[in-house]
Nanobody, 125 residues
């Protein structure tokens, strides 16, 4: 129901735009987030956006380089990633908050119950 795309191989300093398209049900009333998981590491929070599309929240590693946004009409969430570094290499997952209309953005994976299949991002140095 969540389909992530847009990953690929990019050189350090480059950019990628990830997309997460929802199908089968609408997530317009859910906060949405991106997480990532590098080989041998735990899944970590990257960014979240409220169900209204405002108040983006970023992990320190993503601040000033990544931008999360959503297009409710298209039922799609985006993650624009600029100035990519080798340490950004990971599988990126989009996720929907398990609660509707939550007023706070969460950075813990357990607070999200719908997950996309992941898209690989590889940054070469």
């Amino acid at each position: 129901q969540l389909q992530a795309s847009g990953g690929g191989l990019v050189q350090a300093g480059g950019s990628l735009r990830l997309s997460c398209a929802a199908s089968g049900r609408a997530f317009s009333n859910r906060n949405m987030a991106w997480f990532r998981q590098a080989p041998g590491k735990e899944r970590e929070f990257v960014a979240a956006v409220s169900w209204r599309g405002d108040r983006p929240y970023y992990a320190d590693s993503a601040k000033d380089r990544f931008t999360i946004s959503r297009d409710t009409a298209k039922n799609t969430v985006y993650l624009q990633m600029n100035s990519l570094k080798s340490e950004d290499t990971a599988v990126y997952y989009c996720a929907a908050d398990r609660l509707s209309y939550r007023t706070t953005l969460r950075d813990v994976a357990d607070e999200y119950d719908y997950w996309g299949q992941g898209t690989q991002v590889t940054v070469s140095s």
